[in-house]
């Protein structure tokens, strides 16, 4: 997803199993394309699991 300032955007992620998901930059960001990687950025929980 592009991400613009000023600009909402939504998406759905529908996962089929729980745990932990890292997320990457598809961008090229010069020397520091390396550092656009975050691991266990997102954990996913079982529906039984969740409190608010």
Do not use: C
């Not at 961008?27 to 039984?48: C, F, N, R």
Request: charged content about 25%; overall charge negative.
């Amino acid at each position: 997803m592009q991400v613009v300032p000023g600009h909402s955007n939504e998406i759905l992620w529908i996962f089929s199993s729980s745990g932990k998901y890292a997320i990457r930059s598809t961008e090229y960001a010069g020397p520091d394309t390396e550092k656009m990687y975050l691991k266990d950025a997102i954990e996913v929980i079982p529906e039984e699991g969740y409190k608010l």
